[in-house]
């Protein structure tokens, strides 16, 4: 679903990402791990084109993309789901959800019951406020409004940040389960180890905006991915 090679990103005169390479297959989750401050969520910002990338080459779904904004590649199939959650406070939730029929077409501009199915506390807080919602209710919220525009590509940046545990669980659970539906890849920002191992096919680690190790589960030893992100 997802293959970029050689990719590179600046902020301003830094270079922050030095010929990433890096495959997403459709129906797996594939972990980007890593130390804070190593290029991960500059990554995520290069693949989602909320940051153009300097360079490399990028294919989604078997089309080579150019240095598309993150609107267009929304409409490609590029969900994301930034860290600290970025849902809009003073909406509802019904309203947050709404506003990812901005990929759609109006036949499609209705919230999908799969979706309460998912994130059931939603349904019951549909006209509360973004804003007045707990930290795990909004990272929920912000994952269903992802999945609102049915995405092809699913980026999640540190997913579990500041979560509670039994929150940690569900939105674990919520991954399985499009995993096993086999629709979509899905690209998995995370520092919470156990986490980010239970679910992933396939890892990488980066270290100074490069990969240092990567592989399928299996493939590389858990000890050997530890030891690379840990601190």
Not at 10 to 22: A, K, M, Q, T, V
Not at 30 to 38: I, L, R
Not at 144 to 157: C, E, S
């Amino acid at each position: 679903m997802l293959k970029i090679e050689g990719l590179t990103l600046h902020y301003g005169g830094s270079r922050i990402l030095n010929g990433i390479d890096l495959t997403a297959k459709q129906g797996e989750v594939t972990c980007v791990m890593g130390t804070n401050g190593v290029g991960k969520t500059s990554l995520m910002k290069a693949i989602s084109g909320t940051h153009p990338r300097s360079g490399g080459s990028y294919v989604l779904d078997g089309e080579t993309i150019g240095r598309a904004p993150a609107h267009v590649l929304a409409r490609k199939g590029v969900g994301y789901v930034p860290q600290g959650r970025d849902i809009f406070p003073l909406l509802t939730v019904r309203e947050n959800l709404e506003t990812g029929f901005a990929c759609l077409p109006r036949s499609e501009h209705v919230v999908p019951d799969e979706i309460f199915e998912l994130f059931p506390i939603l349904k019951d807080f549909l006209h509360r406020r973004g804003g007045d919602l707990s930290g795990g209710q909004q990272q929920q919220l912000a994952i269903a409004r992802a999945l609102i525009a049915k995405p092809k590509l699913l980026l999640l940046d540190e997913p579990t940040e500041g979560i509670q545990p039994n929150i940690i669980q569900q939105i674990g659970r919520v991954i399985e389960r499009l995993r096993e539906k086999g629709e979509m890849a899905i690209v998995l920002v995370e520092q919470y180890f156990s986490f980010a191992y239970d679910l992933g096919d396939s890892f990488y680690v980066v270290e100074r905006g490069a990969v240092k190790l990567s592989g399928r589960k299996g493939a590389v030893a858990r000890d050997a991915l530890m030891s690379s992100v840990s601190v």
